[in-house]
């Protein structure tokens, strides 16, 4: 069966680093998303991204956040400078297309911001 | 936005007993999701909701969307090691975008 996935499964960095969190998503898939979740909580949405561009995005999702498409698998999530609010579970998603349909995750990749 | 509130947060069950989590919103929900995440793992899609009163079952698992379309439930019977994670309603916004998550179940299991 088709799956979501994400490297790196873990990532340790410095405060003020650059990160990028990189995702394959499903291949018939249209519509793809980030989501964070801090150690204990819920799961929280960041951004969507759709035919190129960002439908929606949540206040988390501030300047120092990027999302990108680079080619035709890859699903980029970049965060220009790290604070260490950061740490957290990165999961992406995916779907086939607009509504009624499952968002399938990955597996995530666990940040710790030191 | 939209806005889920799951309870409890946490679920302490004997194996074998029966336990219910609850998730409510103060408006209308065009449909409610139901998602169990494992100790260290990602969300896993269970059922989706899209009918008032709607009620489906997974084995052990029935799920049951409120008639006002504004809560919605879980019950699990005969509750088992298995299903020892955590449990989120999820509801999918207005442009089938985003999903907005509940706070989680917890459950634990004592054998």
């Known amino acids: 069966e088709p799956e979501v996935t994400q490297t790196p499964s873990h990532q340790v960095t410095q405060m003020g680093q650059e990160v990028i969190l990189r995702c394959v998503p499903i291949?018939?898939?249209?519509?793809f998303y980030w989501y964070r979740q801090i150690l204990g909580q819920k799961v929280e949405f960041l951004v969507s991204?759709?035919?190129?561009?960002?439908?929606?995005k949540s206040e988390i999702f501030d300047d120092q956040f990027s999302v990108e498409r680079p080619d035709g698998s890859n699903f980029t999530l970049k965060i220009r400078s790290t604070k260490l609010e950061d740490s957290a579970m990165y999961f992406c998603?995916?779907?086939?297309?607009?509504?009624?349909?499952?968002?399938?995750f990955g597996p995530g990749t666990r940040l710790l911001v030191l | 936005g939209q806005q889920v509130m799951q309870i409890p947060q946490y679920q302490h069950v004997q194996e074998g007993e029966d336990f219910t989590t609850y998730c409510n919103s103060s408006?209308?929900?065009?449909?409610i999701q139901w998602y169990k995440q494992r100790p260290g793992g990602h969300p896993v899609f269970l059922i989706q909701l899209v009918k008032s009163g709607e009620v489906k079952k997974q084995k052990r698992l029935t799920f049951q969307f409120g008639e006002a379309k504004k809560n919605s439930s879980l019950h699990i019977t005969a509750t088992q090691t298995t299903d020892v994670g955590t449990y989120f309603c999820?509801?999918?916004?207005?442009?089938?975008?985003?999903?907005?998550f509940g706070g989680g179940t917890r459950v634990l299991v004592k054998p």
């Open positions: 998603a995916s779907k086939r297309k607009d509504v009624s349909e499952t968002q399938y």
């Open positions: 408006t209308t929900l065009s449909n």
């Open positions: 991204f759709y035919n190129n561009e960002i439908s929606e």
């Open positions: 291949s018939n898939h249209l519509y």
């Open positions: 999820a509801v999918e916004g207005a442009a089938g975008n985003k999903l907005t």
